[in-house]
Structure formats: C-alpha cells, structure tokens
Nanobody, 126 residues
Framework: QVQLVESGGGLVQAGGSLRLSCAAS????????RGWFRQAPGKEREFVAA????????SYAESVKGRFTISRDNAKKTLDLQMNTLKPEDTAVYYC???????????????????WGQGTQVTVSS
C-alpha cells in the first residue's frame, strides 16, 4: 500500500505562485502514473495535471494549461506541481494521486487512480 502526503498549500494573492509537493512511501512503484486533482466546495473532484511513469508525457486540464507544471523525481519518490499566475478559481483542496498498475497511458481519468493523499488547501484571494 502506498502512502501519499501533500505539502505546500496556503493562502496567496491572485497572480502569485505556489509549489505543491507530494511524498510517497510504502509500497511505491515508479512505473505508476501520478496526478494532481482538486476539489472546490460543492464541486466534484476534477483532474488538474498528470505525468506518466518516466516523466516523458504530461497532461493538463485546459483551465491550468500554461500556468501549472507537473514534475516527478522517481529516485526521491516525489511529485511536484508548480502553480503560477494563480486565480481565485484555483481555490480548492489539492490531492496527489498514484495510478493503478494497469492504467497504461490513461492519465486523466480519476478512475485510473487508486491511491490518494489527504489533500492540501490552496486559497487564492482576489
């Protein structure tokens, strides 16, 4: 069983930046895809960004494309999300996720992820 712990959330003004990190422990597999999802109050959890096992392929939600960058370090078992030019609509709890072993190239679908962190709050003030 893999354990995921997010850090780096906080309060920032619109236009600012934050960097989220996710540390993995336990039964981790560098061959798994990794992703970030977010959930705002009263809304469904939605896909933000994902990266394949080697880091050679990434995918982003349209709403964050060009502003957010996902990266991973398999040796350190970490996953990062650099968030720039933050907007009030980015306010949410952000979750780190690790994919199922059979996820293959499917990066975006929430159903392909079976390990989740506890979440970290990101609040962007206008």
């Amino acid at each position: 069983q893999v354990q995921l712990v997010e850090s780096g959330g906080g309060l920032v003004q619109a236009g600012g930046s934050l960097r989220l990190s996710c540390a993995a422990s336990g039964r981790t597999f560098s061959s798994n895809n990794r992703g970030w999802f977010r959930q705002a109050p009263g809304k469904e959890r939605e896909f933000v960004a994902a990266i394949n096992w080697s880091g050679s392929r990434t995918s982003y939600a349209e709403s964050v494309k060009g502003r957010f960058t996902i990266s991973r370090d398999n040796a350190k078992k970490t996953l990062d999300l650099q968030m720039n030019t933050l907007k009030p609509e980015d306010t949410a709890v952000y979750y780190c996720a690790a994919s199922r072993s059979d996820a293959g190239s499917d990066l975006n679908r929430r159903e392909m992820y079976n390990a989740w962190g506890q979440g970290t709050q990101v609040t962007v003030s206008s």
